[in-house]
């Protein structure tokens, strides 16, 4: 379809009374055959701070983590999964952190509507591995997903990516060249400890045994 024929639509997420919002709300908003405006950080946040955006987490410690840490910043996580989303919701309630946003849906459409050069620092920890061959395609950290990643992130903007599985490991550093769009700020692609890093579930229950590759990485667009 021709582009100019494209109807231009805008996502409405309702932070109005909550820090979270469901797929329910989204899905139906969704429709084949049309553009969707850039969601504007400032009216999610209410407030002009930098943003920093984790995909997959999980039961939201490391976001919580970090957002006490950094109150001037803003932390958006994505999950996929509700059941899960619904630990992290409670541990934002407990903490009572007004600097989180939590979105349950994939974060693969939403990223597509980020505002090029917007974001600080995006942490993707533990993605899926889908280990099976056939599902290899299904990993998130493709080329496409990393020039996307490179186009949101501001100039000087950075990328933290931990991994256990050695396969997918090998994956990412193919794509990272393949891009062209990171450098590592170690002097190779990926350490196996990262100091200072909060050990999430998923590194604490399994990584921690079979050893994790950290990717620190510095946009180079
Ligand atoms: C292996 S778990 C790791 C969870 C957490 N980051 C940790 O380290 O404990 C991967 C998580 O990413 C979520 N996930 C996978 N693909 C996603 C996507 N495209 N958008 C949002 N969440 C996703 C999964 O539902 C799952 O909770």
Request: glycine share 4%; aromatic share 16%.
């Amino acid at each position: 379809m021709e582009k100019s024929l494209i109807e231009r639509k805008k996502i409405v997420l309702d932070f109005a009374d909550k820090f979270y919002v469901f797929s329910e709300e989204i899905k139906p908003q969704i429709k084949p055959f049309v553009d969707y405006d850039e969601i504007q950080f400032s009216e999610i946040f209410k407030n002009e701070n930098p943003v920093c955006v984790e995909i997959g987490i999980g039961n939201g410690e490391f976001i919580t983590h970090y957002a006490e840490l950094n109150k001037e910043e803003n932390f958006l996580g994505f999950e996929v999964v509700k059941k899960i989303l619904k630990k992290a919701i409670n541990r934002v309630e407990r903490k009572g952190l007004e600097n989180v946003r939590l979105i349950h849906f994939d974060a693969k459409f939403f990223v597509n509507l980020f505002p090029n050069n917007s974001v600080k620092r995006f942490y993707i920890n533990f993605p899926d591995p889908w280990p099976k061959k056939k599902h290899h395609k299904r990993r998130l950290l493709k080329p496409e997903f990393l020039n996307l990643i490179s186009e949101k992130l501001l100039v000087d903007g950075e990328l933290f990516i931990a991994t256990d599985h050695v396969g997918y490991k090998e994956e990412i550093v193919a794509n990272l060249i393949t891009s062209g769009k990171f450098k590592s700020v170690f002097g190779c692609w990926y350490v196996n400890e990262l100091v200072n890093y909060y050990p999430t579930k998923y590194y604490r229950k399994f990584a921690s045994k079979t050893g994790v590759y950290f990717f620190h990485l510095k946009n180079e667009k």
